[in-house]
Every structure is written in structure tokens, then in C-alpha cells.
């Protein structure tokens, strides 16, 4: 079983008076958790400016309790959930990334990848003997802010020009004893938001995280853009200057995000919903339910029966007990976690005809280990229906999607896969259908991962072609 992998999550808050940041930071990254489990840290600042982290593997519950219990309110916090897409998953590479130097003081957290970064790296260890103490691609951006402090010493114009040096994929949260920043990349690959509660501003990869805080949403962060904010909650905005790339991940919205969230106008839960209309008017078929694979075909389903009429129904008891299967160390264990996880509901599927809904096909793998046990409980016929289009290359920025020769798509065509699945039907969301989601919103997506065309040039990729979807 190979699933797609989630993203890091970000999240940060500065208020004018003394409150429980770090309090604040712990509940939104336990809504943005589903971004990454891998590990979670928190950063703030006392009262006398020293920078106090806490950072650990694991889920955020597990991690802060002590230290909650024992930090006092402070003004700025920054937080951090992860899922390892460059860099091990140890301790030293958990974020956020703390720096300490006589021009800057600062903890950061990142959501995304740095393509350039292996060469940005080699060239700060050849000709500037840098010292890196993680193998993340985040703390080559501290480094670089520490370099550009030093020229100009505002912190503001300082992440522009590092903006400007970085490729990729990148949404920053970084909080000094006195201020916070967010920035996102040119081309908006990952989300980030805006928020208010009370006096205080917030930052978040999601909107969701601001319903959990009671915090108001207030907007997106453009591509392109660096907002400041300083304890008096005065705000200065700086743009690059050429943000004419556009490529929000699509796969957000198909997978990633938490259906309750918001971004870049559109809401994740209505998109989802319109896969599953989409996926029916693309080749409609009879059947007597339609049933979503837990939890990441939930909703296309329910939108694919609210098109077809087809009663909605589950195909399957979820053990809510179990972890992410895609975090177990091995295949064999990933399966094993899968058949635990999901089991298949007699009542609901014997002898009927069900259309099933899932988000993606990776392998085949897993598709494979759900409809053999259908079958087994007496479902009569099986028509899977996958919300995206045939993964085929690989994704540059952040995404942890497997490498070309490992990807169904690839080797078999659609009648192939259905076959090998165990399938009545197969059927993928086409890609206009997809990208047309976000055209009343004009947003534009990154669909490199099925098309192989990217907003930008990959470094070392060899990948150099554009696509305006």
C-alpha cells in the first residue's frame, strides 16, 4: 500500500499583550495534524527575549503537555507539524528551525520544498563554510536571512531578497521577539492564511486551525507576499515582483486539506463535492449505492450521489483507533494496517451494485486490498471511481508522490488497472473537469504530477515545461 503522503503544517500568532501563544499555537496544530505526524514543535519568546522551542517525534498531544503546563503567556509563538518530504525524520530535523545570531533572532517554520536547495546548500558550505546542523531544505532559508540581515538589517526586505533566491515550493511562518512573518512562494504552491483573534493576529496553513482557536479568518496571503506584523499589530506588506507563475497544489484540494478549510477563496468541502458531480457526468452508471473510501473519498462519493440519485451508504467500518497507514515503516506493515483499519460492512454491500470513491490511485496496491474483501462480503458489482486524474510523474514541490516507475499509470492503461484491481468499471476524473473547480475563483493549479508540465523549471529535473492549468 502506497498512499500520497500529506504536507507540513505551519501556524503562528503575535499578540500586543502577554496571552497563551503557545497555547494557541498547540490547538491549531492539532487541526492542521492532518498535514503531518511525523513531529511537531513550538517556539516563543520570554519576557527577557530568549528563545524557548519545544520539539519532539510524534502527534502534537503527546508532545506538549508539560510544557504547556509550565510556559507563561508570551506575545509571538510559531508552530510546526511535519511530514518529512527532504530530510530523515529525526529529532534534529523537527521544526521549527531556531537561529540565534548577533543580527537575528528567529524560529521558522515551512510548508513546502526548495528545488534549488541541494545547490544553494553546496554553495554556502564551499564558499561561505557554513555549518548545517539539519538535512531539511528549511534551514538553508535561516541561513539566508541570517546573510541578508546583515546587508541590510530589516528583517522585511531581508525574507523578500531570500524569496527572491529560493525556487519551489514555499509558505513561511517566522516569529522574532517582536514581530511575525508570513510569506508564500510566487506561484502559491501551499496554502496560508490570515487570521484575528481579539488583538492578536494569526498565520495558519489552513483556515480550519482558526475555527479551532475561535480565531476570524481574514484572507489568503498572496503569491509573492511577505505580511509583518509587530506587537502593536502594525502591518507592512511587501510583494516580489513577479508573481505571474500560478500553481496552487491541486491535490489540496483533493486530498490534503481539511474539508472544512478555505483556500484561495474556495472552499475544499464544495471542490470535493464537485469531483464527485463531475465524476458522474463524465460516465454515468447504475448501481443501487454509492460509498466513499474513508476519509478521502467521503465526500466526492456523497457528491456523486447527489448528482446520480444513487443512495449514499458506507462500505466500510473505519477503527478510528489506528494510525495513518502510510506512516508504517514497511509494505507488508502498511497492508496489514489498511485491513485493520477498514473493514468491509456486510449489511450495507451484499448483493448489491456499489460504486466506490477514492481520491487516488498510486500502485494499485491499495485499491487491490479494498475491493477483494467487498467481493468476499457478497458486493455484486464494483465500480471504482477515482477523484483525480492517473498520477504519471513525480511532484518537485512537497508532495510525496512516488517516482515515475512505481506508479500504475504508467505500465497499464485504464482497462488494465480495472482488471488487475478486481474492478467492474474504472473511471478517473478528468483533468478539465478538475482545474475547471477553480476557475470562478481564478485560481489556477499545479498538475504536474499527472500532466508532467510544472508552473516553473525544476532544478536538475530536467523539467522545463510550463503549464497554465
Known amino acids: 500500500m502506497r498512499k500520497i503522503n500529506e504536507e507540513c503544517g505551519v501556524f503562528g500568532i503575535i499578540s500586543p499583550e502577554p496571552t497563551q501563544a503557545a497555547g494557541y499555537t498547540a ?21 527577557d527575549n530568549s528563545l524557548v522551542c519545544h520539539k519532539n517525534l510524534g502527534l502534537v498531544n503527546d508532545i506538549f503537555g508539560d510544557f504547556l503546563r509550565h510556559v507563561p503567556a508570551t506575545n509571538v509563538a510559531v508552530g510546526h507539524v ?7 525524520n529525526n529529532v534534529e530535523n523537527t521544526q521549527p528551525i531556531e537561529t540565534v545570531h548577533s543580527r537575528l533572532t528567529c524560529a521558522l517554520a515551512h510548508n513546502g520544498n526548495i528545488t534549488n536547495a541541494a545547490k544553494l546548500r553546496e554553495q554556502m558550505v564551499n564558499q561561505g563554510g557554513k555549518v548545517f546542523h539539519t538535512t531539511n531544505d528549511s534551514e538553508i532559508i535561516n541561513m539566508l536571512l541570517i546573510e541578508q540581515m546583515i546587508k541590510s538589517g530589516n528583517i522585511e526586505h531581508s525574507v523578500l531578497s531570500v524569496m527572491n533566491i529560493l525556487e519551489g515550493a514555499f509558505s513561511l511562518v517566522i516569529a522574532t521577539p517582536d514581530k511575525l512573518i508570513a510569506a508564500r512562494d510566487k506561484c502559491g504552491f501551499r496554502p496560508l492564511c490570515m487570521g484575528k483573534i481579539g488583538n492578536a493576529t494569526v498565520f495558519s496553513s489552513e483556515s480550519c486551525a482558526f475555527d479551532s482557536i475561535g480565531a476570524e479568518f481574514v484572507r489568503d496571503i498572496q503569491p509573492g507576499e511577505v505580511v509583518s506584523v509587530d506587537l502593536g499589530g502594525n502591518t507592512v506588506t511587501l510583494r516580489q515582483k513577479d508573481t505571474s507563475c500560478r500553481g496552487l497544489c491541486v491535490f489540496e484540494l483533493i ?78 506493515m502498511r497492508e496489514r494496517t489498511v485491513n485493520i483499519k477498514l473493514n468491509p ?4 454491500i451484499e448483493g448489491k451494485s456499489i460504486v466506490l470513491v477514492d481520491d487516488s490511485i498510486v500502485r494499485g496496491t491499495t485499491s487491490e486490498r479494498m475491493i477483494k474483501p467487498l467481493r468476499q462480503m457478497g458486493a455484486k458489482e464494483i465500480h471504482l471511481r477515482i477523484s483525480s486524474p492517473p498520477f504519471k510523474f513525480p511532484c518537485y514541490f512537497g508532495t510525496d508522490i ?39 475563483k ?5 498538475s504536474g504530477c499527472f500532466t508532467g508540465k510544472y508552473p516553473i523549471p525544476v532544478a536538475g529535473s530536467g523539467k522545463h515545461q510550463f503549464d497554465d492549468k
Open 255 to 332: 486530498y490534503i486539506a481539511r474539508s472544512d478549510s478555505f483556500i484561495d477563496g474556495l472552499s475544499v468541502y464544495n471542490a470535493r463535492l464537485e469531483m464527485g458531480r463531475a465524476l458522474y457526468r463524465q460516465k454515468p452508471v447504475k448501481a443501487d449505492i454509492v460509498c466513499g473510501v474513508p476519509d478521502s473519498g467521503l465526500h466526492a462519493a456523497l457528491g456523486y450521489s447527489m448528482e446520480s440519485g444513487i443512495p449514499y451508504a458506507p462500505a466500510f467500518v473505519k477503527n478510528r483507533y489506528m494510525g495513518r497507514s502510510f506512516i508504517e515503516p514497511s509494505q507488508q
Open 442 to 446: 481564478g485560481v489556477k493549479f499545479c
Open 27 to 47: 490547538s491549531a496544530l492539532l487541526a492542521l495534524q492532518h498535514r503531518g505526524q511525523e513531529s511537531a514543535g513550538i517556539a516563543t519568546f520570554y519576557s
Open 345 to 348: 460492512l456486510r449489511a450495507q
Open 402 to 440: 512516488d517516482s515515475a516507475e512505481n506508479l500504475i499509470a504508467n505500465h497499464m492503461t485504464v482497462d488494465e488497472i480495472c482488471k488487475k484491481i478486481g474492478a467492474d468499471s474504472l473511471e478517473y476524473l478528468d483533468l478539465d473537469n478538475l482545474v475547471s473547480i477553480g476557475k470562478e
Open 82 to 88: 511535519r511530514y518529512s518530504t527532504t530530510g530523515s
